[in-house]
């Protein structure tokens, strides 16, 4: 059953975009729904990726130094310590005290990338080994994706269209639902309010780069660890986790576009506590989000949440203020593809 009790086709049902006005935006497999995610790793016995991984290491090491001269470079121009998800005005000026350091070329060196292109890469402080899909498969209900390591530079590259494989970046998200209250007995979904210099003031899912770590075999692992962990504070025992879909967003990354694998996340914590749970966190991803945000958990609810704050294609205003709040494309997608929706909400917004 999926989480709003429609039964889940024999196949996957694929979404098909109601106009053919915009591909870019609504490939033919933009939403897959699924009940099972299985993805292969073992392509990284390959040498030369063993190769890669072993660069995409002392490329990290590096950036690590020049962040340690970025923090006291910036507390000299500006009097106040270096924190990346706090930059504000002061964004354009952190990048590109990276991106002249006397060590970058080095990086890039390592990374194999062309140094015509360090301007496509907008996060220079983002610095870990992440995943890119190179295909997958479906089975029945089951989804089977290729994966291997790349650097987070090279993720950027893809999300900004330099892709001379047509691979795709992988990020990993989650919808997290509260039990039912007699108020609302259903519960809630919740979404985060985003912070930081990345889209601030934009509701987005619990969501991130799927993070190669070598002790974290499943797409699950790596969304439970690296990212629910980490930014909720939400610990085993006190959630249940199912797989939704696989969703691709060619509206914040360009073609072939970020590929999410989506998850309910059902947690035992009412409301008030999982904002509690939140607030008690001090793990520093924390702060990628200003507040959780809660939404009845009905059909009607979530496509009223759609209308009112999908405003299409948001850009990245570091200026937008909680007041002005819009829902992110990818979160959107997510919703769709949770309540049963089709993506003609999100095309009059386009269009």
Not at 96 to 122: G, S, T, V
């Amino acid at each position: 059953m999926n989480p709003l009790g429609r039964q889940h086709p024999k196949k996957p049902h694929l979404f098909h975009p109601d106009l053919d006005k915009d591909q870019r935006l609504f490939p033919l497999d933009v939403v897959t729904l699924a009940t099972q995610f299985n993805n292969s790793l073992s392509i990284i016995n390959n040498l030369q990726v063993q190769e890669s991984i072993h660069d995409a290491g002392k490329a990290i090491k590096l950036i690590d130094e020049i962040q340690q001269d970025v923090r006291i470079q910036y507390q000299e121009k500006f009097g106040t310590a270096f924190d990346r998800f706090k930059l504000g005005d002061n964004f354009e000026t952190a990048r590109e005290m990276f991106l002249q350091h006397k060590k970058f070329d080095a990086i890039l060196d390592l990374l194999k990338i062309d140094k015509e292109l360090k301007d496509n890469i907008r996060l220079p402080w983002w610095s870990e080994t992440s995943l890119v899909e190179l295909g997958y498969r479906i089975h029945g209900s089951l989804i089977d994706a290729d994966l291997r390591p790349a650097h987070s530079y090279h993720v950027q590259l893809l999300r900004a269209g330099i892709n001379p494989h047509n691979i795709s970046p992988v990020s990993v998200s989650g919808l997290l639902v509260t039990p039912g209250t007699k108020k609302e007995p259903n519960g809630h979904l919740v979404l985060g309010l985003r912070g930081g210099s990345s889209f601030p003031n934009t509701y987005h899912l619990i969501a991130g780069a799927a993070k190669f770590e070598p002790n974290l075999t499943s797409l699950q692992e790596i969304f439970e660890q690296t990212e629910l962990y980490e930014e909720v504070g939400l610990h085993e025992g006190t959630y249940t986790i199912t797989p939704v879909a696989r969703f691709v967003d060619s509206g914040l990354a360009k073609p072939p576009g970020d590929i999410h694998y989506f998850f309910e996340v059902k947690t035992l914590l009412l409301p008030h506590e999982l904002e509690k749970t939140w607030n008690a966190n001090n793990h520093p991803d924390k702060t990628e989000h200003n507040g959780l945000v809660f939404i009845p958990h009905t059909t009607e609810a979530i496509e009223n949440f759609i209308r009112k704050n999908y405003k299409g294609i948001s850009v990245n205003d570091r200026k937008r203020t909680p007041e002005n709040a819009e829902l992110l494309h990818p979160a959107a997608l997510a919703l769709i593809a949770y309540a049963g929706l089709g993506l003609k909400i999100l095309k009059e917004k386009i269009s």
